[in-house]
């Protein structure tokens, strides 16, 4: 038996661990804003008012994504919300046939994302919308 030198074997451990978390995607540290400013801000601009560099070259002008909730009597509709980024659900109206189903992108998307994740990254974007919300 060879001698252990604990302390050692520690870091050895500990390190790998720490190497293995670093390859790791995580996305969960995307904010909804660098979302938002990666996937939305293109067609609904970078107010969210629809008016985003593309929005002109569409056959359907995106929606004023500040006005939701004033839209809806004065409630935010996270999950109306969350269902039209994901895009999959085929009874949601998603904007036609102009906007991305975000939900199959981000699954396919390089990194190979699961389900758990493409719900994170639909959730941070959900929750960044609620707070552009005209008062």
Known sequence: MFPVNRPALLVVVGSA????AALAPVISSESGSTLYRSYCASCHGTSAKGDGPLAANLRTAPSDLTRLAKR???KFDAEKVRRAIDGRDAREIHGGTDMP???DA???AGEGYDEAKVKE???ALVDH??????R
Do not use: D
């Not at 661990?17 to 293995?20: I, K, P, V």
């Open 17 to 20: 661990g720490l190497a293995a």
């Open 121 to 123: 990254r639909i959730n």
């Open 101 to 103: 189903v975000w939900g």
């Open 106 to 108: 981000f699954k396919r």
């Open 129 to 134: 919308i609620a707070t552009l919300q005209e």
């Open 72 to 74: 809806n009597h004065g």
